[in-house]
Nanobody, 121 residues
Framework: QVQLGESGGGLVQPGGSLRLSCAASGSILSINAMGWYRQAPGKERELVAVISSGGNTNYEDSVKGRFIISRDNVKRTVYLQMNSLKVEDTAVYYC???????????????WGKGTLVTVSS
């Protein structure tokens, strides 16, 4: 069994910062890409940022220059540093990892349960 656990969400004022973390545990052989998605009320889930196993990153246009995704392969953790937060960043943020499961012998996309980020004055 593989599990992803997120932390770091909360309430922040516009212009503030938050750092999200997501750690993987369980029957893990290796981890390929890691990423963050978000879903705002009444909207579809969208990709925020992704980082490859080699460290290449890609961002949704509205967060470029404000958010930074990084990973620690030893800790099996992905981070999302969110700066200059805006009201429109309010959403539930989900982490995802493409993990090779030791027991299954192939890779699967796993998801966290989500952490709420609220940007409000």
């Amino acid at each position: 069994q593989v599990q992803l656990g997120e932390s770091g969400g909360g309430l922040v004022q516009p212009g503030g910062s938050l750092r999200l973390s997501c750690a993987a545990s369980g029957s893990i052989l290796s981890i390929n890409a890691m990423g963050w998605y978000r879903q705002a009320p009444g909207k579809e889930r969208e990709l925020v940022a992704v980082i490859s196993s080699g460290g290449n990153t890609n961002y949704e246009d509205s967060v470029k220059g404000r958010f930074i995704i990084s990973r620690d392969n030893v800790k099996r953790t992905v981070y999302l540093q969110m700066n200059s937060l805006k009201v429109e960043d309010t959403a539930v943020y989900y982490c995802t990892m493409n993990i090779v499961n030791i027991r299954l012998g192939y890779n699967i996309d796993y998801w966290g349960k989500g952490t709420l980020v609220t940007v409000s004055s």
